[in-house]
């Protein structure tokens, strides 16, 4: 690895230790503008934040070299809310790319030309955070001699702009929650999550380490169904439609879940499509890990993948009846119609059914009634 390489990892790795050990973007971030100053060789650096509520960026952070005068460059966005594609930072969000500024007097994105000449500054750069999803920020550079712009020092700065991004991400999921319910929450035992309609984990509490192996960074972003053992995906997949269909009430999910030991823990989720406080549709889903349950309770099946009754009550008649419907590709709006009830009594009655058949959703219940040939 040439030395470049070497130095531009190390600053990564510098960034890295500063999010692990932070407690919120808030108080790490001059210590972010300062590292990537003095180790890149910056003289200025500035780190902003977008609020989720006014689409407006704030600066968080202001770090300068000591022997640069930058009062007047400071001044005009101290305490400034900013919109998204205003001045060097704003076009950063707006357009998620890195942006290089050869000369700060001519070029049409700086806003503070003057007060950037007169503190000695010549060029620029300016790099988004982005969690893998969406842009939060973006931190701009300023430096008093000439630079080009650099493929490695790019690529270390969209890197490290995933890093920030990341973390801000689920510093503001953290906020929004409230500093009670964030208590309650974090304390769990269970896991609690927030997900996206699109399968991506916005959030998740501490609970997943103990329960899963991951620090929740590493699943925070991804996919949760790259996660479910590939058997269970389907029905899995049928339960998210289902509360989709039926948004505000809860649906219970047995699935085998990887750890990051490799092994597979059997969990039991419950969850409902709410709306969170951005006005956006999500899934908050509790679960719990019942792999070492009891006996009169078996684990699914590795074949199969299917969890055995739970309940001591044969199904009645009019669930059986439901099932069969089911079973026809029906949903529970079309169900109520032709039953001649609410679509909550159908609900109620497949909420029944499911936990006398040991079923995972009201699909899977369909198909295990009909191997036994109930329906």
Same mark, same amino acid.
């Given at each position: 690895?040439?030395?470049q ?10 960034i ?16 972010i ?6 180790? #890149?060789g910056?003289?200025?650096g500035?780190l902003?934040i977008?609020?989720?509520?006014t689409?407006?960026l704030?600066r ?5 070299q ?9 001044v ?11 001045g #060097?930072?704003g076009h950063a ?5 890195v942006?290089?500024v050869?000369? #700060? ?6 806003v ?5 000449a ?7 750069v ?6 893998g ?10 430096? @008093?001699?000439p630079?080009?712009p650099?493929?490695?020092l790019?690529?270390t ?16 999921? #953290?906020?929004?929650s409230?500093?009670?319910y ?6 769990q ?6 997900i996206g309609?699109d ?6 509490n501490?609970?997943v ?20 053992h ?10 998210f439609r289902?509360a ?14 990887r ?5 597979? @823990?059997?969990?039991e ?17 509790n679960?719990r ?5 009891a006996p009169?309770?078996?684990?699914p ?6 969890a055995?009754?739970?309940?001591s009550?044969?199904?009645?008649e ?6 069969r ?6 949903t529970?709006k ?10 909550y ?10 936990r006398?058949l040991g ?13 036994r040939?109930?329906?």
């Amino acid at each position: 690895m040439a030395a470049q390489d070497r130095s531009l990892a190390l600053v990564e790795l510098e960034i890295t230790r500063l999010l692990e050990e932070a407690s919120s973007v808030e108080s790490a971030a001059e210590d972010i503008v300062r590292t990537l100053c003095l180790d #890149l060789g910056w003289d200025l650096g500035e780190l902003w934040i977008l609020e989720a509520d006014t689409d407006h960026l704030i600066r968080m952070a202001v770090w300068r070299q000591q022997d640069i005068d930058a009062s007047a460059f400071d001044v005009l966005t101290r305490g400034v809310a900013v919109p998204k594609g205003y001045g #060097l930072p704003g076009h950063a969000v707006a357009t998620g790319n890195v942006v290089w500024v050869h000369d #700060l007097r001519t070029d049409p994105l700086v806003v503070r030309k003057a007060t950037a000449a007169g503190a000695g500054l010549r060029t620029a750069v300016a790099f988004p955070f982005n969690d893998g999803r969406d842009v939060i920020g973006a931190c701009a550079l300023f430096r @008093r001699q000439p630079v080009q712009p650099e493929a490695h020092l790019t690529a270390t700065l969209n890197a490290i702009g995933r890093k920030i991004g990341e973390f801000a991400r689920l510093d503001q999921a #953290l906020r929004r929650s409230g500093a009670h319910y964030r208590t309650i929450i974090e304390n769990q035992a269970d896991i609690v999550a927030l997900i996206g309609l699109d399968g991506l984990i916005h959030y998740e509490n501490a609970a997943v380490t103990p329960v899963l192996g991951y620090d929740r960074r590493e699943r925070f972003g991804r996919n949760v169904f790259e996660f479910i053992h590939p058997q269970d995906v389907p029905g899995a997949l049928e339960v998210f439609r289902n509360a989709l269909d039926d948004a505000g009430s809860f649906h219970v999910l047995r699935v085998r879940v990887r750890h990051k030991d490799g092994s597979w @823990r059997l969990l039991e989720s419950t969850g409902r499509v709410m709306v969170d406080v951005s006005g956006k549709h999500v899934a908050l889903v509790n679960s719990r890990d019942i792999t070492g349950r009891a006996p009169h309770q078996p684990a699914p099946d590795a074949g199969e993948g299917e969890a055995a009754p739970v309940g001591s009550h044969p199904p009645t008649e009019r669930e059986l009846n439901i099932l069969r419907l089911v079973a026809r590709g029906m949903t529970n709006k079309q169900i109520a119609e032709v039953v001649g009830v609410s679509p909550y009594t159908v609900k109620d009655h497949l909420q029944s059914v499911m936990r006398k058949l040991g079923a995972r959703n009201r699909v899977h219940a369909a198909s295990v009634a009909t191997r036994r040939g109930l329906i």
